[in-house]
């Protein structure tokens, strides 16, 4: 019915079809954000959408597909870490700006204990989100497997291992090792030295196997009294220059995996009276807020750390909409990049 020329209600999603010339489902699938579904086919519904001033229902799309409409973004750390690493920071940067195109709903899950963690997946059990996003998975976390069991897709922030099953966005993190120790090898540097992040996570190991490789390939000798396990935590950055510092004095540059970690290890450089970059040089990783606040501003590897949220968030919408079978999980690798400032 219309009165004076106009509707009466709302456009219904019938009308939206009809005005586009094509079928239900494929107007669902273009509002849905499927990939499955021609160009022409997506630009008549728009306009028709557009035309007829449509606006999708959440209620009456969440019922029909047994959607909620709501992401789980997992961090499986304290409230203090989240907020003092820039990199988490800008990962939820990155997925809530496309949840938010794609009118979703961003719930962030801090699980800190066995007991939140047993809640929540009672909570995934319940069905009362459409996927799960999970950051800082160590090797032997559980919980990406337990979504899946669950029916929910899932991305991760990284992998677990090399054969990881689950869909992921990473970033080169070997490159990031070996282009860092090139660097400071082609300033001179001999007796260089990393802080790893945590061993039982595999972005710390690929970015030790990638110092030792430039090592390599720089033709200076691994020596494993130059490495010393952090936790990309800046407290501990400072303990394992100290450790490093007390084995090796002699050092004269260091790979930290992490910014955060490499501002804890200037600071012990600063106490012992060494002078960055005259007398150590100083590499970190993510190019973060840190490193540019640094004094001396921090040479860091890049990685597109908001571009990895955005990717992880648009990974798992497609897997919403057309699952991927288990042998078909989605991955992307995201370059990185060498970013010279004045501590090397």
Partial sequence: MAVSGRQTGRPTLEEVAARAGVGRGTVSRVINGSPKVSEQAKAAVERAVA??????????????????????LVIPETEARLFAEPYFLDI?????????????????????????????????AAQRVDGVLLVSVHGDDPLPDQVRALGLPAVLNG????????????????????????????RGRRRIATVTGPLDMYV??????????????AGLAP????????DFT????????????????????????????????????????????????????????????????????????????RTMARLLLQEIVAPSGPDEQPRRILPTELVVRASS
């Fill in 92 to 124: 939820i940067r990155g997925v809530s700006t496309e949840l938010a195109d794609a009118d979703k709903q961003l719930l962030l899950t801090l699980i800190r204990s066995e007991q939140e963690r047993q809640r929540f997946e009672q909570y995934l």
């Fill in 234 to 309: 800046e407290e501990g950055g400072r303990r394992a220059m100290r450790e490093l510092l007390d084995r090796r004095p002699d050092l004269d540059a260091v790979f930290a995996a992490s910014d955060v970690m490499a501002a804890g290890a200037r600071s012990v450089l600063r106490e012992a009276g060494r002078r960055v970059p005259a007398d150590v040089a100083l590499v970190g990783v993510d190019d973060s807020a840190v490193a540019r606040h640094m004094d001396p501003p921090l040479t860091s590897v890049r990685q597109p750390i908001e571009e990895m949220g």
């Fill in 159 to 186: 992998r677990r291992t090399e054969a990881e099953r689950v869909a992921f966005v990473d970033s080169d993190n070997t490159g990031a090792g070996r282009t860092a120790v090139a660097h400071l090898a082609g």
């Fill in 204 to 217: 710390a190991r690929c970015r030790l196997d990638g110092y030792r490789d430039g090592l390599t390939e």
């Fill in 223 to 230: 020596d494993e009294t130059l490495v010393a396990n952090g």
């Fill in 51 to 72: 035309e007829l001033g449509y606006v999708p229902n959440r209620a009456a799309r969440a019922l029909a597909g047994s959607r909620t409409d709501a992401v789980a």
